[in-house]
């Protein structure tokens, strides 16, 4: 208890020191339009940084190309804006380097889910440490309302006048599909209470954790979610002793809940392709899947003599010995 005493801090100025505020967290003043998903995702990040006390230089955030990824402007920690499609290979490169860092991702659906999708895939299959969010807004923002992936068939875009032809690719449900998949989770930006806890419950997850989450473009598909925002029956809350646990009061809202394990990988891959309602929540969660900084970090510190001996064998094999 003693102990426990002298560790408090004796005055305010200790505090101020030591402690960061929501404030430390907040970058450029945001360009996003009014209304849009962004601001909330932005707003809970701040929160989440100021919760664990993250400190902000050493913390990034990568994105690609898009309205999402002008995120890493708008926190006070360090980012890198990267190039369309390469978010996750940034993020990659920084974690290998420095596995000490706290490495988010931000990446619009587009930058992610079609020109981005083939790092999409071997990001989850090397499961690195770090937590990547989907802002799906299901259209190309930034460039003024092209289809993308994601778009519902029929929607009328500027690349679709006639409406969009194909079905739409679900990233839950191929991000569960991926080998090595470790987390998966759905959030909306309309609940903000439960996005919160969904990515806290994310950066706490030691390995990749993907979050999808339906994020309002209201300048170019206004009122596009509409359908699950005005009729709550069709948002399905799934809760769990090793998942979401949300208070009474905010889980009350939600008239349907479903009691879901994370571990349940076959419910999940139902739950993400279900046509009437929208889950949102912890979908899976394996914490037993190796991060790829640990098995490359172990291979980086043999010892000297191993590392010499191994350099010697390759050596060898491309000695052209002289004919006796
Ligand atoms: C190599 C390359 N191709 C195309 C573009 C043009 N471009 C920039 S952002 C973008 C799509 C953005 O859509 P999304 O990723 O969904 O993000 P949003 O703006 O909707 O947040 C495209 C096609 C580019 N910058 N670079
Ligand atoms: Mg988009």
Not at 57 to 77: D, N, Q, W
Not at 124 to 148: A, E, F
Not at 172 to 182: D, I
Not at 188 to 202: E, K, Q, S
Request: net charge negative; charged share 20%.
């Amino acid at each position: 208890m003693s102990d426990y005493i002298n560790k408090l801090p004796t005055s305010v100025a200790d505090l101020e020191e030591d402690a960061h505020i929501l404030h430390d967290y907040e970058g450029a003043v945001s360009r996003w339009c009014h209304g849009c998903g962004d601001n909330a995702i932005l707003t809970a990040l701040q929160k989440l940084c100021a919760e664990e006390q993250l400190p902000p230089e050493k913390t990034v955030f990568a994105s690609g190309i898009g309205c999402a990824s002008r995120l890493p402007h708008y926190m006070g920690t360090y980012g890198f804006h990267g190039l369309h499609g390469r978010a996750l290979p940034v993020a990659e490169g920084i974690k290998i380097k420095r596995p000490d860092l706290h490495v988010f991702v931000n990446t619009g659906d587009g930058d992610c889910c079609s020109i981005g999708a083939a790092h999409w895939l071997h990001a989850v299959r090397y499961n690195m440490n770090m937590t990547v969010m989907l802002h799906d807004n299901r259209i190309y923002g930034l460039t003024k309302n092209q289809v993308s992936p994601t778009s519902p068939k029929g929607l009328v875009t500027s690349t679709t006048p006639r409406g969009a032809t194909l079905q739409p690719l679900n990233a839950v449900a191929a991000t569960l599909g991926m080998s090595n998949v470790s987390f998966v989770a759905q959030a909306a930006d309309w609940v903000p209470g439960i996005l919160y806890d969904i990515l806290h419950l994310a950066f706490l997850h030691r390995g990749l954790s993907f979050v999808s989450i339906l994020q309002r473009c209201p300048h170019y598909l206004p009122g596009h979610f509409d359908e699950y925002i005005k009729n709550p029956e069709r948002t399905l809350l799934l809760t769990h002793p090793n998942g979401l646990q949300p208070d009474e009061a905010s889980a009350r809202r939600f008239k349907s809940r479903e009691e879901h394990d994370p571990a349940d990988l076959s419910r999940a891959q139902a739950l993400a392709v279900m046509d009437d309602k929208l889950a949102l929540g912890i979908l899976y969660r394996n914490e037993s899947i190796p991060c790829y900084e640990d098995m490359y970090r172990r291979e980086q510190h043999l010892p000297i003599e191993d590392k010499i001996a191994a350099l010697e064998r390759e050596f060898d094999r491309f000695t052209v010995k002289p004919e006796l």
